[in-house]
């Protein structure tokens, strides 16, 4: 029997899918994060239960200089290791009853209900992304992203990140790098101080051409750095203006404006260097329509977006938070 609302169905489809791609534009583009990674080209995954990030994690102990005959070493040289991180899925179901078929049997009326709603849907993926992006992956009983709260944290030293336990002392090198401006700068950051703090950190995170290419500060963050520049200085970001994002520089890296709402702690500044961040995305799971679903006992129909993938990491050392606390 043909259900009374299919031609809505038909409809939601098509409208979400010929959306698709604006969606995955829409939520990286509403971000600071994701936009960055978007512009380094996110990856597309193609199955696996997890993702995994190789990374050196020594040098070579055979390299060294030699004259004439000499052996060269050739021992085996574990330095590969890598970090493993669990797909999240994310789904908005965007449901209509069959009373909505009939309060709006005219086409236009139609496709303008299902046009307002999947926006809706749209916002509500970006607004959750956005988030949890920047919290530590624990909610809804750890399903959610592995965000930088988890991957950038101020207790640097603790806890298990992709896998690899940073308590252990030879897994230092899997440690993010953190200033709190009472600790490690003598003092509460302010206008006049907040710069010269920031060169400190950025040394620590500087390894010859690798350094921070991103700095996302949080409101109060953000007007203090916003504060301590004179006029002449105030240098904006051309490429993360015209994104839409309040971005002024710090010798030479952007530093974008995060609101509160996106979930970033009120007087944290990350440090990022992009290079070693992706977002992993499934290929099949990219902000698409999954089949329709349509109830067995109610006069409804149910198309859900859905995304899958998470936030990965390969070095956890490029990366810093400064913590005005």
Not at 223 to 247: E, H, L, N, P
Not at 285 to 301: W, Y
């Amino acid at each position: 029997m043909a259900f009374p609302n299919s031609a809505i169905s038909d409809i939601v489809a098509t409208t979400i899918e010929n959306r698709s791609k604006a969606i995955a534009d829409n939520v990286t583009a509403h971000n600071a994060l994701l936009n960055a990674l978007s512009k380094k080209g996110n990856l597309l995954l193609s199955g696996g239960y997890e993702m995994r990030e190789h990374f050196s994690f020594a040098e070579n102990g055979n390299g060294g200089s030699y004259a004439g005959y000499d052996l060269l070493p050739t021992g085996a040289q574990d330095v590969i290791s890598g970090a493993q991180f669990t797909m999240r899925q994310y789904a908005v179901p965007v449901t209509f009853s069959g009373a909505d078929t009939l309060m709006n049997s005219g086409s236009q009326a139609l496709i303008d209900l299902i046009k307002s709603r999947v926006e809706v849907a749209e916002s509500t993926m970006r607004n959750m992304i956005n988030r949890h992006l920047y919290l530590d992956g624990t909610g809804n009983n750890g399903k959610n992203i592995t965000g930088l709260a988890a991957a950038v944290p101020l207790a640097n030293s603790t806890g298990t990140y992709g896998g690899i336990d940073r308590s252990v002392a030879g897994n230092a090198f899997w440690r993010n790098k953190k200033w709190q401006a009472s600790v490690d700068g003598g003092g509460v950051a302010t206008a006049s101080t907040l710069q010269s703090q920031w060169n400190q950190f950025l040394l620590q995170l500087t390894r010859n051409t690798d350094t921070p290419d991103l700095i996302i500060a949080a409101p109060n963050i953000y007007s203090m750095f916003q504060a301590s520049m004179q006029t002449i200085q105030r240098v904006m970001d051309a490429d993360k203006a015209s994104a839409g994002f309040k971005s002024l520089e710090f010798v030479g890296i952007p530093v974008v404006f995060e609101t509160q709402a996106a979930g970033i702690s009120s007087n944290v500044a990350y440090f990022l260097n992009t290079d070693f961040l992706r977002l992993r995305t499934h290929k099949d799971r990219n902000f698409v329509a999954l089949d329709d679903k349509q109830s067995t006992n109610q006069d409804a129909t149910v198309k859900t977006l859905a995304w899958a993938g998470n936030l990965t990491c390969s070095g956890a050392q490029f990366q810093g938070i400064f913590s005005n606390t």
